[in-house]
């Protein structure tokens, strides 16, 4: 089992609709956990950080952690076409301050 | 303000050389990280610093590889010899904090070994 687990995808939804990602990981203890996304041939850019179980939310995007079934999921309101990327999802790994990524899910929005 | 530096954005170069990645942390940041990211293994953490000393370099694929932190802004990456399987986006990423710190990338070097 993969420390940190995504679907590759690609998941394809139409602009305007709610795109939903979601990211399980396999370390019960792990305290911090980061949503990414990187554009092809760009670098991982920092979208959302969530440290406790519930929703956090910062504009369009919500965070979603839930540690006694250790997933964590990122959803996207109002999906636009500029929202296509591929989406890392990173978990803290306890006690070692490493943060091991997935694989990522690519998103696409069609307009 | 300025986010990660790194240079160069490109490298090409063959095998056997020596290859010099450079990064400048976001300034006031306190720890330091080098990430390899490649189609077939994604994004992996190669070594990470804190306050410029290494705090873990297990991820380091070989001994071909290392790294160094003189000072609190900047940072290199050494590949000696290089080979064809180097050739990946080599990332640096700087944050505040060291435990559930938020990390910020870099542009990336993409290095291509002939």
């Known amino acids: 089992q993969k420390e940190v687990e995504q679907n590759s995808g690609p998941l394809s939804v139409p602009e305007g609709a709610i795109a939903s990602l979601n990211c399980t990981y396999s370390d019960r203890v792990s305290q911090s956990f980061f949503w990414y996304r990187q554009y092809s041939g760009k670098s991982p850019e920092l979208i959302m950080s969530i440290y406790s179980n519930g929703d956090k939310e910062d504009g369009r995007f919500t965070a979603q952690l839930n540690k006694a079934s250790q997933y964590v999921s990122l959803l996207i309101r109002d999906s636009q076409p500029s929202d296509s990327a591929t989406y890392l999802c990173?978990?803290?790994?306890?006690?070692?301050?490493?943060?091991?990524f997935g694989t990522g899910t690519r998103l696409k929005v069609l307009a | 303000d300025a986010g990660v530096i790194q240079s160069p954005r490109h490298e090409v170069t063959e095998m056997g050389q020596e290859v010099t990645l450079r990064c400048k942390p976001i300034?006031?940041?306190?720890?330091l990280f080098w990430y390899r990211q490649t189609m077939m293994r994604g994004l992996e953490l190669l070594i990470y610093?804190?306050?410029?000393?290494?705090?873990?370099d297990s991820g380091m694929p070989e001994d071909r590889f290392s790294a160094k932190m003189p000072n609190a802004s900047f940072s290199t990456l050494k590949i000696q010899p290089s080979e064809p399987r180097d050739s990946a986006v080599y990332f640096c990423?700087?944050?505040?904090?060291?435990?559930?710190?938020?990390?910020?990338f870099g542009p990336g070097t993409r290095l291509t070994v002939t």
């Open positions: 990423a700087s944050s505040f904090l060291l435990a559930g710190g938020e990390q910020y």
């Open positions: 300034s006031g940041h306190n720890s």
């Open positions: 990173a978990v803290e790994r306890a006690g070692t301050y490493k943060y091991i």
């Open positions: 610093f804190n306050n410029n000393v290494p705090i873990d």
